[in-house]
């Protein structure tokens, strides 16, 4: 046996021993005792190997993330949506750390989420109501939170024992913010002597001219905020005040090359901001609704987008989903202002109607008629919003979702409100006249003609004629159709309607010379329309010459027919009839076999044919 086996069979031994030892003092221990004290030896030898080995892998992975430090890193990068989700997660693992509700405030602040930031800012100054800067932070809160008032007794209180210009920029802001102008004059001006090179001083004066009542003193504002940028250009919150100065001014500027100065000076201000904070979204907000209250939406657009990336659809500000919206809107980008109108109207009730209204506009320009139906009720409570084309987009959009007896009650409404929408006049009163409704078409072509005057007018006589044709009122047709011949003396289409309709009346002498006008120049014009209203004018004397019998007339105007349109069943008709009544069998055969190469079921030529077998 080798050494090593020896030893280890004494240890087993051993073990062995040790393990059973009290089933040994005890013979009735049972055996199944003695195993279970075995194994469990044996798993307590592993568990301390595991507890070993995780120790070991937690020494060589990396730390997790801490969020209390991501929160700091985002806020200082100015990245605060980011932020707030670190944040978050920073307060829920420690919520009574006075660091993490501090920086949770200004986070909440920044994203404008003001209840919550105040409810931390309190409990910070309740900490310590002896450091300034959680005096700041409280003021700030405060006043965002429309309490000014209490912010102002809290900065007095608290600057009895400690003060600086920090501290007085907060206090003249509640003041201000608390319609207390007198009282924030004194502060500030006690500042401007208290600290004369510090730039927040003459920041707190400006801020004070500028929400002067009644009247703001803009050019003090201007000075001031001048004076606080020569101390520190890179004073950003300067900046941005002058800039929204120096669009106030400009707006109630009467000279407009001064108004324009002034705008200039206010973009000007916007760059700097720009460069020296891009992520002040503050800043971008304020940006985009000057550009969007002076009409330059593309100008507005770029801005609010911007404001958006930072501060997305369901934060920050309200109205810039208005504003972005609308000026998106504006520029006929309708897919890119959807999302942002409905948010808009989402959140602000009032805009609901004016949204619904734009997006049927966007749905009617994209085709979209269901939709654009749907968005045009949803805002017919408030019709007063609408605009004279907004009826015929709403009817047009009926029409092409199927629903015709609505949409003619809504262009009724629109022919009153809009009728110089001369187009939109015919094609509603060829719709009437397609329904059967004579008489209300004619009074939309009347009011048609009443706003319009152009060079279709001779045609809308020729269909006022034809409406009162389809009611029987010949006479009133003639006077319609001599008006459109009075208008144009070449107008076929008016010319074939008017003899036409003295044939009906038993007006021969008047009638038949007109339709003879009509084919001559069927036969030598080019026009497919001049074409159709000659062999419609064939067709006419043909049956007028059917009842004299006069065989031959026929024959001769039948094939010009046929020269005119080689494809015009109708001459081929007559002609076969012609020949048929002139005795001519063959040639009458011919033409009815004609007519049945273009129309295999034409019935009369059939019974034609037949009768020439017979």
Known sequence: ????????????????????????????????????????????????????????????????????????????????????????????????????????????????????????????????????????????????????????????????????????????????????????????????????????????????????????????????????????????????????????????????????????????????????????????????????????????????????????????????????????????????????????????????????????????QAKKWQECVSSYSAAEAVDSLWEGMDYWKFGTALINATDTLRAIDLMFKASKIEPKQCKLMERFAFLLQSRKRYANSNDIYRGRLANCTDSTDAKIHVLMGNNFYADSLVDSAIACYEKAIGLNPKMMWGTQRLGDTYLLRGDVEKGRPLLDQVITNASTTASPDEKRYGIAAIASLNSLDIKDKNWQSIVERSTLGTTIDPKSIVSWLYLGIGHQGLGNKDKARAAYQEVLKLDPANASAKKNLQSLAN
Request: hydrophobic share 40%; with cysteine; aromatic share 8%.
């Open 1 to 364: 046996m080798l050494p090593s086996d020896s030893c280890s069979s004494q240890r087993a031994q051993t073990k062995r021993s040790t393990v059973c030892s009290t089933r040994g003092s005890n013979r009735h221990m049972p055996r199944s005792r003695c195993i279970y004290l075995r194994n469990k030896q044996i798993m307590t030898f592993f568990t301390k190997i595991s507890a070993l080995a995780a120790l070991l892998l937690a020494l060589t992975l990396p730390a997790p993330a801490d969020e209390f430090d991501n929160a700091k890193k985002a806020a200082s990068a100015g990245d605060y949506l980011v932020a707030l989700g670190h944040i978050r997660n920073a307060v829920s693992e420690d919520p009574q750390d006075v660091d993490r509700l501090r920086l949770a405030s200004a986070i909440y602040l920044e994203m404008e989420i003001k209840d919550t930031a105040l409810m931390y800012a309190r409990r910070v100054f309740d900490d310590d109501d002896e450091d300034a800067e959680s005096a700041l932070l409280l003021s700030r809160a405060l006043v965002e939170s429309q309490k000014a008032a209490e912010a102002c007794v809290m900065l007095k209180k608290f600057r009895r024992n400690a003060d600086n210009v920090a501290l007085a920029l907060a206090h003249v802001n509640a003041l201000v913010a608390a319609d207390s102008t007198s009282a924030a004059e004194l502060v500030a001006s006690t500042a401007r002597q208290k600290y004369p090179k510090e730039a927040d001083a003459y920041l707190a004066l400006g801020n004070l001219y500028f929400s002067w009542k009644p009247l703001p003193v803009f050019d003090l504002a201007v000075q001031n905020y001048t004076d606080a940028i020569a101390i520190n250009n890179n004073l950003v919150q300067a900046h941005f005040n002058l800039a929204i100065c120096y669009w106030r001014m400009g707006n109630r500027e009467t000279d407009d090359a001064l108004a324009n100065e002034y705008f200039n000076k206010c973009l000007s201000e916007w760059a700097i901001v720009s460069r020296q904070d891009p992520k002040n979204a503050r800043a971008w907000y304020e940006q985009g609704k000057i550009y969007y209250l002076a009409k330059r939406y593309s100008n507005a657009s770029d801005a609010l987008k911007t404001y958006r990336e930072l501060r997305p659809l369901g934060t920050g500000e309200i109205m810039a989903s208005w504003y972005l919206g609308e000026s998106l809107y504006k520029q006929g980008m309708c897919d890119d202002a959807k999302k942002h109108l409905e948010d808009a109207a989402a959140r602000i009730d009032s805009l609901k109607p004016k949204v619904a209204v734009m997006l049927a506009r966007c749905n009617f």
